[in-house]
């Protein structure tokens, strides 16, 4: 099957890959968001079975997976809940209750953990085929029997506190995410029975390791914390016969709600962060044959009904599958990449603002190194001439080469501010203590509004240059994350713009003063009037269209969610222009319907990286890809929230180079990938994209071994980068 976009080449492959169907009278032209989503984790999920990867690799999926469940679960089922609970009746996108929406997902979430199962059960296997055990209750040698009790007797027993489940013990509290362990036991004195809870803290890991010294030439053995329990349990209840054990795991209500109207916010964020341990329970996983008395009692004391009850015949936590990914088995792992420098800042002897004023520069994550990003902000610390330092905070990991740059320039005098998000889902605590350490140093440090995130990716250095002051702007798709970075796809653009350099400006009074933008010269703002320019441009491809010329929309994001966005798109295949998306996530958006959506594509790209980078090109009168293009990049997806309820960035791509490594290498790339690519069907399946053996196109490959356009400096001459082929879908 052919990869091009576009162009009447590939109409066999538009009929294959897409059924052009009519739309029933009773069927919604928007595909319900949360049933998308489990849509994606379903792709995910499909990776752990990719024989193509490597063993650890296929297991690093199985556990993403998991956590993304998790998180599903907390935040998008949470909120159903609530809104069940309080009577609310607002249909979604496509027409469903709350209630509805909750049956839906019920179903499908069945059918995806017990694929998680089947998952595991195959993964073992090969595991211990290639040497790593995981053991269950019977397979473990005399020699790791002695050590596991040592440990278990010497680490875990001085930890964990059996507590007796009886009228004269209230029902202990179980954080979110917490596993316990239920126990029926008979006193070997009496023959009184009672049932025992064992909370696992959340401190000891998820897998014990036996030292190599003990299993010697057996290899690496595995037990999770909760089987090492129960295999110890004689230890922790002597004087008693165990009859039964069983484990269990409670996930809660992890969204935050903020009044709008809060004094304090810091404060009430600290309050918010206490409540969200203590959130209502959304779902209860516990062992296939759990006790039936034990499980009625924990449905009874957390106060849900068996809809949120999940029995699991295998492992309770998939998520925890993370600690054996880090086992030292580089044969099981992806070859190790290191990421590149770019050669241009490497010609200015290491000097980021030199070659930033020679000309706009992008640096693409993880392929070239975030390092360009924390050297400019700890070059801006260092340099004596910088005198004022703009910074955007959403998320910033726990140990930020980026906080420490700001701290240091703040200590060397310099006006730092530092706008940090304290609204950053599952963040909240470590930017709220980073806030703190930059407040400490002299950072001056705001929080933005109180019912709008602050999601752009924005800094800016101030610097005085032959008596006049010169901007220097880094405007970002992703965080300042140097955990994320090594595994998202993201762009980092440099420029010394004036006209940006102005717009950044504005945007920063905005979110530390409430100064709302006048004039704006390149950048476009939401929730001011990024949906506009979005909207202007599709308007401007319709127009194109109803004019006989080329017309063209590229998209590429990770969600695409809101209506608006969603009808103009389908106003302008209605119109002829041809719309492309790689949407890697949730994708409201119904595909080839006649009448409606026949001339759009949707597909998402799933692999050894994150695609995270959000990129808008139009074809602006010429056929895609041209120098004539529009181009933007963005820190916002195609979502309301993003569009109406968040601060973000759409930025234009002047500079052409830049905008030739945007289009022609970034999105077109992502556009002609066949290898990691999956279709979606106008039925809201998806199936991956079939093509020739051999003919396969994996675009993260393509990057990791072919240096950017814009960084590549006078060291490469251009014909050093492989050009990418519309037409022939392939490389030349």
């Known amino acids: 099957m052919s990869t091009s976009p576009t162009g009447s080449e590939d109409a066999s492959a538009q009929a294959g890959a897409v059924q052009m169907a009519e739309l029933a009278p009773d069927e919604s032209p928007y595909f319900n968001r ?58 979604s996108i496509d027409g469903r209750s709350p209630t509805q929406q909750l049956a839906a997902i019920r179903e499908k979430l069945a059918d995806l953990s017990q694929q998680q199962q089947d998952i595991w059960r195959e993964l073992r296997v090969g595991l211990s085929a290639a040497n790593i055990h995981v053991a269950d209750e019977e397979r473990v040698s005399p020699e790791a029997h002695t050590w596991l009790k040592r440990y278990f007797l010497n680490e875990i027993l001085p930890i964990i506190t059996p507590q007796a489940l009886d ?106 962060i206490q409540r969200r341990r203590r959130g209502q329970v959304i779902q209860l996983e516990i062992d296939e044959d759990f006790d039936p008395a034990a499980e009625a009692l924990l449905l009874d004391q957390l106060g849900i009904n068996e809809a949120a009850l999940i029995k699991t015949d295998g492992m309770i936590g998939v998520d925890g599958l993370a600690e054996i990914v880090r086992e030292d088995r580089p ?39 975030f390092e360009v990003v924390v050297d400019f902000l700890r070059q801006a610390a ?44 599952f963040d909240e605590e470590q930017n709220l203590q980073w806030a703190s350490k930059l407040e400490r140093a002299g950072v001056q440090v705001i929080y933005g509004f109180t019912d709008w995130k602050t999601h752009a990716k924005v800094a800016m250095v101030v610097r005085r240059e032959n008596d006049n002051f010169r901007t220097y702007c880094h405007l970002g798709t992703g965080n300042y994350h140097p955990v994320t970075a090594r595994v998202y796809t993201d762009l980092s653009f440099f420029t010394a713009d004036p006209k940006l350099g ?35 441009r599709i308007d401007a491809e319709i127009a194109h269209a109803q004019a006989d010329k080329p017309a063209a929309i590229w998209m590429k994001c990770n969600q695409l969610t809101d209506e608006g966005v969603i009808d103009r798109l389908y106003a302008a295949s209605q119109a002829g222009v041809q719309v492309e998306l790689v949407v890697r996530g949730i994708c409201c958006l119904r595909p080839g319907i006649a009448g409606l959506s026949e001339n759009i ?82 039925d809201g399946s998806y199936s991956r994209v079939e093509v020739e053996a ?39």
């Open 694 to 732: 051999g003919k396969a196109f994996n675009c993260h490959r393509y990057f990791m071994t072919n240096p950017s356009l814009s960084g590549r400096g006078g060291a490469l001459e251009a014909g050093a980068v492989p050009k990418l082929s519309l037409r022939r879908g392939a490389v030349r």
């Open 331 to 369: 044969d099981l792992k992806f070859e190790a990449y290191s990421p590149r420098f770019p050669e241009r800042i490497r010609e200015h002897d290491g000097d980021a603002f030199s070659a930033i004023r020679e000309k706009d520069i992008i640096v693409h994550h993880p392929y070239e190194s």
């Open 167 to 272: 009228p004269a013990h209230p029902f202990p509290f179980v954080q979110n995410e917490g596993l316990g362990l239920l126990f029926t036991l008979t006193r070997n004195a009496t023959g009184e029975q009672l049932i025992e809870m064992v909370l696992i803290p959340s401190a000891l890991p998820r897998f014990v390791r036996v030292p190599d010294d003990v299993t010697g030439a057996n290899g690496a053995l595995y037990i999770s914390i909760a089987r090492l329990i129960q295999r110890y349990a004689g230890e922790l209840f002597p004087g008693f016969t165990v009859q039964g054990d069983g484990l269990f795991r409670v996930l809660r209500d992890s969204d935050l709600e903020i009044a709008e109207e809060a004094e304090d916010l810091v404060r009430t964020f600290r309050s918010a």
């Open 502 to 536: 102005r717009d950044v400006a504005k945007m920063f009074n905005f979110v530390t003063g409430y100064v709302e933008p006048h004039a704006l010269e390149r950048l476009h703002i939401a929730p001011i009037d990024l949906r506009e320019e979005i909207y202007a």
């Open 34 to 91: 949360e049933l998308s989503w489990l849509q994606f984790n379903q792709r995910v999920l499909a990776e752990a079975c990719n024989a193509a990867y490597p063993l650890l690799e296929r297991l690093r999926f199985l556990s993403i997976s998991g956590s993304n469940l998790d998180e599903f679960m907390m935040i998008r089922v949470a909120g159903l809940v609530g809104q069940v609970q309080r009577g609310f009746d607002t249909p």
């Open 601 to 682: 594509r949707v597909k998402s790209v799933i692999g050894r990286f994150l695609e995270h980078s959000r990129i808008y090109a139009f074809a602006n009168g010429h056929p895609l890809p041209s120098a004539h293009a529009a181009v933007f990049i963005a820190s916002a997806d195609m979502m309301s929230r993003n569009l109406d309820r968040r601060v973000e960035t759409l930025i234009p791509i002047l500079n052409r180079t830049v905008h030739d490594q945007v289009l022609q290498q970034v999105l077109l790339a992502n556009m002609l990938d066949s290898e990691q690519s999956w279709w979606l069907h106008p």
């Open 382 to 425: 260092a340099d004596p001439d910088v005198v004022a330092i703009k910074q955007m905070l959403y998320r910033a990991g726990s140990q930020s080469a980026v906080i420490g740059a700001l701290i240091e320039a703040a200590e060397a005098g310099k006006s730092v501010t530092a706008v940090v998000e304290l609204k950053a889902r």
